[in-house]
């Protein structure tokens, strides 16, 4: 907003003022470099026009995740993606058997850590898929690829 409580054209609210002030006038268009007539849309264009946009630009305001970027799996799932374990942190029910996509171009493993190794997907190939059993006793689990051994992750047994 300007000092005189105008808004910036440029700005979302400057554009909506625009759009207003535009509808108001009765969807009139100015002049052009082709014409020197002004010509007026009828009411029910002007209403879907209106309608259109205010659509595709709540469309656009309403994320501000990166559109790309999909839902972590639901239920006793994760994914490998980008090098990446999602959820980083997953929570099961003991017992519970656990799927493993791998959406990457690279093989990986989920393996637990420490004296354990409570569970191990072996190899996933590329595209592949995998299941494990969740251990049977409640605790926290570190898990990481054997391959890339900087990705990590945690199963958590409840």
Excluded at 66 to 80: C, E, L, R, Y
Excluded at 132 to 139: D, E, L, R, V
């Amino acid at each position: 907003m300007h000092g005189d409580g105008t808004a910036n054209r440029n700005s979302f609210a400057g554009k909506l003022v625009h759009a207003d002030r535009w509808l108001r006038r009765g969807c009139v268009f100015d002049k052009t470099a082709s014409s020197d007539r002004q010509f007026r849309l009828p009411r029910t264009v002007c209403a879907v026009l209106a309608l259109a946009s205010a659509s595709v630009v709540f469309a656009a305001c309403g994320s501000s995740h990166n559109a790309s970027a999909k839902q972590a799996p639901a239920g006793d799932a994760m994914v490998i993606k980008n090098f990446a374990f999602e959820p980083s942190t997953l929570s099961v029910a003991p017992g519970a058997t656990v799927t493993v996509r791998n959406e990457d171009s690279a093989t990986h493993t989920v393996t637990a850590t420490g004296s354990s190794h409570a569970f191990d997907t072996k190899d996933i190939q590329a595209g592949g898929t995998a299941t494990f059993t969740a251990p049977s006793s409640p605790g926290s689990y570190p898990y990481i690829c054997e391959i890339h051994q900087f990705m990590h992750g945690t199963l958590n047994v409840r």
